[in-house]
Nanobody, 126 residues
Framework: QVQLVESGGGVVQAGGSLRLSCAAS????????MGWFRQAPGKERDFVAS????????YYADSVKGRFTISRDNAKNTVFLQMNSLTPEDTAVYFC???????????????????WGQGTQVTVSS
């Protein structure tokens, strides 16, 4: 069992930045790839970014590439999402998730993830 707790969400003006954190417990953090997803009201949960177990490989949705950066600190059991140049289209609940498949490669697919955090709200005002 892996427990994930997101933090760092809030309200920010368009063009601003936020850094989300996801603290993991209950298992060895370095065993799993991590992902960030987001869900706006009335919308599907969409992939945002993912990172391999070692942190050496990352993937991003086209909508956030160049603006968001996913990273991890395995010593602190934490994954981060640095969000820059935010727009109102980024408003959503952001979820972190853990992929326990023993391959290391990060995934963009919801069904590949085994555990999910409770989400943190990000609101970008115009």
């Amino acid at each position: 069992q892996v427990q994930l707790v997101e933090s760092g969400g809030g309200v920010v003006q368009a063009g601003g930045s936020l850094r989300l954190s996801c603290a993991a417990s209950g298992d060895t953090f370095s065993r799993y790839a991590m992902g960030w997803f987001r869900q706006a009201p009335g919308k599907e949960r969409d992939f945002v970014a993912s990172i391999s177990r070692s942190g050496g490989t990352t993937y991003y949705a086209d909508s956030v590439k160049g603006r968001f950066t996913i990273s991890r600190d395995n010593a602190k059991n934490t994954v981060f999402l640095q969000m820059n140049s935010l727009t109102p289209e980024d408003t959503a609940v952001y979820f972190c998730a853990a992929d326990l498949r023993p391959i290391g490669r990060p995934s963009m697919y919801i069904n590949d993830y085994d555990y999910w955090g409770q989400g943190t709200q990000v609101t970008v005002s115009s």
